[in-house]
């Protein structure tokens, strides 16, 4: 059970260049959520996703696009980096069943953009 | 919206005990949780609370007043590894919100000798 986990760990793109970042979870979770954190700004919600093949915006969607077409993998896609998209970037899920409902993240991608 | 404050920075000494309070505005509250970061980790989860009231949970402790908009996490015995970011984050209360957080900023603790 690797839990949550992150692909790539550490990514440096020019401005202009596209990427996806992916996040899995092998713990059947239902909901999937990806954050962005920087420094004084706290962890901020990119977009997050109820199910397979449902996707909803954040707080801080614009930039960014994602897509869950199997409720194991959330992917996070950057069409056209910007020096303002430079941050770490966590992943987490939730399992429904649970009482409290706790998200679990990933170890993080931290991605600079040039 | 929501709108959550709690302290930049504390420093305490080992073996002490320091509490870190959590302030909240929100149109929607289903729950507060307490979570720690050390440097260039992910967060990972402490505590969790929805009625009033003090949970503990070992040297850590949180605490809840919904009609206040407070809470506080208290750590006791500090030790050296407990030199950390804590966060605080309130769930949304909207139904089909996707249980949504909402998280502060972070308290930076360093504990020193």
């Known amino acids: 059970n690797a839990g949550v986990t992150q692909t790539p760990k550490f990514r440096v793109l020019k401005t202009g260049q596209s990427m996806t970042l992916l996040c899995a979870q092998d713990?059947?979770?239902?909901?999937m959520y990806w954050y962005r954190q920087d420094p004084g700004m706290g962890l901020r919600l990119i977009h997050y996703s109820v199910g397979e093949g449902t996707t909803a915006k954040g707080e801080v969607p614009d930039g960014y696009n994602v897509s869950r077409l199997k409720k194991q993998n959330f992917l996070l896609g950057l069409e056209s980096a910007a020096p303002s998209q430079t941050s770490v970037y966590f992943c987490a899920s939730i399992n429904q069943r649970e009482a409290f409902l706790e998200q679990y993240f990933g170890p993080g991608t931290r991605l600079t953009v040039t | 919206g929501q709108n959550i404050d709690q302290p930049t920075e504390m420093t305490a000494t080992e073996g002490a005990i320091v509490q870190i309070n959590c302030t909240y505005q929100t149109s929607g509250f289903n729950g507060l949780f307490w979570y720690q970061q050390h440097a260039g980790e992910a967060p990972t989860f402490l505590s969790y609370n929805v009625l009033d009231g003090l949970e503990e949970k070992g040297r850590f402790s949180s605490f809840l007043s919904r009609s206040k908009g407070y809470s506080y996490l208290l750590l006791k015995e500090l030790q050296m590894k407990d030199s950390a970011s804590y966060l605080c984050a309130v769930r949304d209360g909207v139904t089909g919100g996707g249980n949504k957080l909402t998280f502060g900023t972070g308290t930076q603790l360093k504990v020193e000798l």
């Open positions: 713990m059947n979770h239902e909901y």
